[in-house]
């Protein structure tokens, strides 16, 4: 899962939340400097990668981009995760998914002082050009993509990926159903364990 993902299997906690948010940037023990509520989060972030890398569906779809896209078939899986969550938002949410998103970025922007500064730098661009609502559209998926393709080394063939997407979406969406009913249980047992 990507951002639109991670924010919302966070669940009511606003203090997860924002540990969810900020976790790729916290490494190995750094996390117990944070308040109790903030280290959860940070731990549910750790808990959703782990689970997503080896979800059986998850790897079915890296595996069919593999052959092309080798390198970097994780990265691409988590973000057009987040373009598919975006079309079946209402299959899993009573909520509207604009509405989550406002209010995910009113409470992000009242905590942007207490972001590590990779994140901080990182979520001026994701507000400023509102990534999360342009997870709905494929130019927004595209647009997500290439803007990771100039943070890391190999590039990716945006067109390959495109074609596989567009080759493979039946089934890209009938494991994203399977993999998200797991991850939404599974991240809701996380977090209401003590």
């Given amino acids: 899962m990507n951002y639109l993902g991670h924010l919302v299997l966070s669940g009511d906690n606003e203090d997860i939340l924002f540990g969810n948010f900020i976790g790729d940037a916290i490494k190995g023990k750094n996390y117990k400097s944070y308040n109790p509520s903030i280290q959860k989060g940070i731990q549910l972030h750790r808990f959703i990668d782990h689970f997503t890398d080896h979800h059986p569906a998850c790897l079915a779809g890296k595996r069919r981009m593999y052959a092309k896209l080798p390198k970097v078939s994780g990265i691409l899986l988590d973000i057009l995760y987040d ?4 079309k079946k938002w209402s299959d899993y949410f009573s909520f509207e998914p604009g509405q989550f998103i406002n209010s995910c970025y009113e ?4 905590k942007v002082e207490n972001m590590p500064e990779r994140i901080m730098f990182m979520y001026s661009y994701m507000r400023r050009d509102d990534w999360l609502s342009n997870y709905q559209y494929e130019w927004g998926l595209h647009r997500a993509i290439s803007g990771i393709e100039k943070r890391i080394t190999p590039t990716i063939d945006l067109e390959e990926f495109k074609i596989i997407f567009k080759n493979h979406r039946n089934e890209y969406f009938s494991e994203f159903d399977v993999f998200f009913n797991d991850i939404i249980l599974k991240s809701k047992e996380f977090i209401e364990k003590s």
């Avoid at 373009?83 to 975006?86: G, K, N, T």
């Fill in 107 to 110: 409470f992000l922007d009242s």
């Fill in 83 to 86: 373009h598919i969550l975006w």
